[in-house]
């Protein structure tokens, strides 16, 4: 069920964007999407969204990490949660904190790891499953 | 005699020399008395007269003080610590005592005409030697006395006179002396050129040795640092992935070079940035920066552009972009290099210290070397992770659109975009399916790619196979029940370790059970053994009730993309790949496989691998 929830997609490749764009309006979920870690910045900036989708790798391999890490370490935007698009989650649940930690800071800034492809329902439900998280606590 | 003593403290070169000479002094004097002694009696038999008594007296009595001599250097030498002062008296003691000793002896053989006056200059040498140049001169000046003093008592007669040794001839009388006379100058001046040359050769050999010592000390401490310097890089290679490498060669560098701290900050992709990427010794907030906007710094350009930069004080300000924090920071001076291969630089590799004008010549040429074989590592780790960066790239780019298109196709199969008819559903499901294969291809693909170009190249470590295959089976346990087919394991245990790697180990199982799974039908079993054999090997043991291979297939069975043609009818999932990744892991692995099967009953793999000793492939 919707609840009018802003949210926020950071993925380069836009038929993926639109895609899931159509999934989340579908449930009356309020979708605004950036195609790069900077405008992601800049439209986290201009309002703070309730749920990050962020792709993994777009130009470069660890743009999705650099900014995950950006948010986590701002007091503002360390709260708001990320769902990390990828097409090995469980590689980079595990890897991931080795290879960026020492670099980019403490605190591992994922919420949760998705599988591309997208399968709407389950994404739909990890979406409620976190938001209804988000809202308790 | 001050002087004297300061010189020789200062050396521990010299002091161990004075020990072991004044040793050898001793020794000389027990092969002296000795010698002496016997030539005195032999020449006593062969009937040259000379005082033979009184000469076996004094040699005797020398022979009985180098006793007590003996005795106190072993005396001095076992006190902790030496004391220099000490055995340079002892020195002058002997010194003394042989001249005295001698000159009783050239007065028993002659006086100023004895063949053994002489004999003096022995001891202006070893004085000169071992003692400072002015207790030679001080001894010359004695001998002189002496000799003056022999010529007076004989000449008036205080003492009498004696034969002149080999020359049966009685002391000259006293008409003679212009003679005796012009005798002794001769003598005075020899001595006393004697004694002159000797100090100014030692004068000139103790330099040549302080300088000696000072090139050996130099020469051991660059030796130290270059021997650090090859354990840096040692370390450096070792180093398997980026971050780590250029950690090490921080850490190393600040303990090395002796300072307060190191970093390394290399160049963004865009060239307009430096990123600190590596830091020891430098607080959080210096670092917290992290980026450098090269516009902003001039030092950045400069160094960036090839040239170094060393600061002996921290002054100006606009070199700098933040020159508060590097004062805030403590740091006096500073050292920059560019990290450059073939003419390319990619970072920049600063040292600080909180002492100005900490760094010299020496430093900067010493920390240049560092800095290049710092870059050469760093690119060197970089060209072989780019090795297989391509292909993974590759594999990202084939993909990417690749799950872009299989979400779109859900997204209209879920009625996302409004009904979809019947025929329609149909086709997409086809289309979805061969994408998802699509998929499979490009993953075993990558991963053949990946084997084939790091093979030779890995090491090997002891891997314990049997967890790996109780999770291969785990994670296609599901999927076998899902499909009906019943999963029966038998593995013994305390299976010995072999040489792999965990990924080599986990693909050949997941390749093997997938298989066995997907080719057969519902109802039916695949069992999985894993045992030990004989003393050298352990087999894997895989067997099915499936569809089975043709005979005639069976030889073709491990080429790229290859399918039997009853597999390709059962199943249109396969890449083909499957056993090729198989057969190539297993060859790696030093090991082997069989396969034996009824077309329509099943197939059974048996793999053996070896139980190696490590080194099974070169690093």
Known sequence: MGTGADILIIDDDKDLVNTIRIILESRDYSVRAAHNGKDGHGAIEEKIPDLIILDVMMSTDTEGFDLAYKLKNSPQHRDIPILMLSSFPQKMAEKGPESFQHVLGEGWPVTEFHEKPIDPDDLLEAIEDILREENRI | ?619
């Not at chain 2, 030692?202 to 000390?217: C, E, N, Q």
């Not at chain 2, 470590?461 to 785990?474: F, G, N």
């Open chain 2, 1 to 619: 005699m001050e002087p004297g003593y300061q010189l020789i403290k200062e050396q521990l070169f010299f002091r161990k020399e004075l020990v072991e000479r004044v040793h050898w002094l001793i020794n000389l004097r027990w092969a002296v008395s000795g010698v002496a002694l016997a030539a005195g009696w032999i020449a006593h038999f062969l009937d040259l007269s000379h005082p033979i008594l009184p000469l076996t007296v004094l040699f005797v009595v020398v022979a009985l003080s180098n006793i007590l001599f003996l005795a106190i250097w072993k005396r001095l030498k076992s006190r902790e610590p030496q004391e220099v002062k000490h055995f340079v008296v002892f020195a002058h003691v002997q010194i003394a005592f042989d001249l005295v000793a001698l000159f009783c002896v050239i007065y028993f053989t002659g006086g100023i005409y004895s063949p053994l006056l002489m004999f003096v200059l022995f001891h202006i040498i070893l004085a000169g030697i071992l003692l400072a140049p002015l207790s030679c001169f001080i001894y010359a000046a004695f001998i002189l006395l002496a000799a003056g003093a022999l010529i007076a008592f004989q000449e008036f007669a205080l003492l009498p006179p004696q034969p002149v040794l080999f020359q049966n001839v009685p002391f000259p009388s006293a008409d003679r002396l212009p003679d005796v006379l012009a005798l002794y100058l001769t003598f005075a001046s020899g001595i006393l050129i004697s004694t002159f040359l000797i100090t100014t050769l030692k004068a000139s050999l103790r330099v040549k040795g302080r300088s000696l010592i000072t090139v050996s000390r130099k020469l051991d401490q660059s030796n130290t640092k270059l021997t650090a310097l090859y354990e840096m890089v040692k370390e450096m290679g070792a180093c398997s992935e980026s971050q780590g490498l250029i950690d090490s060669a921080t850490r190393n560098a600040k303990r090395i070079m002796g300072v307060k701290g190191c970093s390394i900050k290399l160049l963004d992709d865009d060239r307009k940035t430096l990123r600190f990427c590596s830091t020891h010794g430098l607080s959080e907030n210096y670092t917290a920066k992290g980026i450098i906007d090269i516009e902003k710094s001039p030092v950045n350009r400069k160094i960036l552009q090839g040239s170094f930069f060393t600061i002996g004080k921290i002054q100006k300000d606009d070199y700098f972009q933040y020159p508060e924090d590097i004062r805030k920071e403590g740091i006096a001076s500073m050292m920059c290099l560019p990290l450059k291969v073939e003419k390319m630089i990619f970072g920049v590799f600063c040292i600080y210290s909180d002492i100005p004008h900490y760094f010299g010549p020496d430093d900067v040429n010493f920390f240049s070397l560092m800095a290049d074989l710092t870059a050469v590592a760093i690119e060197d780790l970089k060209r072989e992770l780019n090795k297989t960066w391509f292909l993974k790239k590759a594999a990202h780019q084939l993909r990417s659109p690749l799950n872009a298109i299989r979400s779109m196709l859900d997204l209209i199969l879920k009625g996302y975009q409004g009904d979809v008819a019947e025929k329609q559903k149909e086709t997409l499901t086809r289309c979805k399916k061969r994408l998802e294969i699509l998929g499979e291809v490009i993953n075993d693909l990558l991963k053949l790619g990946l084997e084939r170009m790091v093979a030779g190249e890995t090491a090997f470590h002891p891997v314990d196979v049997s967890p790996i295959l109780k999770s291969v089976c785990e994670l296609h346990g599901a999927r076998a029940s899902e499909m009906g087919v019943d999963m029966i394991f038998h593995m013994e245990d305390s299976i010995p370790e072999v040489m792999a790697d965990e990924k080599l180990v986990d693909d050949l199982f997941t390749n093997l059970i997938s298989n066995a799974i997907k080719y057969t039908p519902s109802g039916g079993k695949v069992t999985v053994v894993l045992a030990r054999e004989k003393e050298n090997r352990i087999r894997f043991e895989i067997a099915d009730t499936g569809i089975g291979i043709p005979k005639s297939e069976i030889p073709r069975l491990f080429s790229e993309f290859f399918r039997a043609e009853n597999a390709k009818a059962f199943s249109e999932e396969g890449t083909g790949l499957g056993l090729v990744i198989v057969k190539e892991a297993l060859d790696r692995l030093k090991g082997s496989i069989t396969v034996e099967s009824t077309p329509g009953e099943g197939t059974c793999f048996v793999c053996y691998i070896p139980i190696g000793k490590p080194g099974n492939e070169k690093r």
